[in-house]
């Protein structure tokens, strides 16, 4: 839960045209590297198979990844759940994510679970 860590963007002067070439490639390699992690890394965290068999429901005090689409990369907020949002046929459809600075209310599959509270 650290401040911005991401990396500064790059200056150049005028003359370094091969370091600001170089400087572009790596952007755009991290950034389809980042695509790539969203589409199809993190869901293999959060597999969520059609009520098929029971699985563990998001619990108060879990510390989750709260993934949102307009989020630069590698940006997403830690969070942990201090509510728990349930549905009429009880299951539980959303929480309350208290971050750093602020509450979320977000749908648990825009949550990835992190660490347990057991």
Not at 15 to 28: E, L, M, T
Not at 93 to 115: H, M, N
Request: charged share 30%; proline share 3%; net charge positive.
């Amino acid at each position: 839960m650290k401040n911005n860590t991401s990396i500064p963007q790059g200056v150049f002067d005028e003359k370094d045209v091969y370091a600001k070439r170089w400087w572009k490639q790596i952007q755009y390699l991290a950034n389809v590297f980042w695509r790539r992690w969203l589409r199809e890394y993190l869901p293999t965290l959060q597999q969520r198979n059609k009520w098929q068999r029971e699985q563990r429901d998001v619990r108060i005090d879990d510390i989750v990844i709260i993934a949102d689409d307009h989020t630069t990369r590698g940006q997403w907020p830690l969070g942990r759940v201090t509510e728990v949002i349930r549905s009429r046929d009880s299951l539980i459809r959303s929480c309350v994510i208290r971050t750093k600075g602020s509450k979320f209310l977000r749908p648990v599959t825009k949550l990835c679970l992190l660490e347990c509270s057991e």
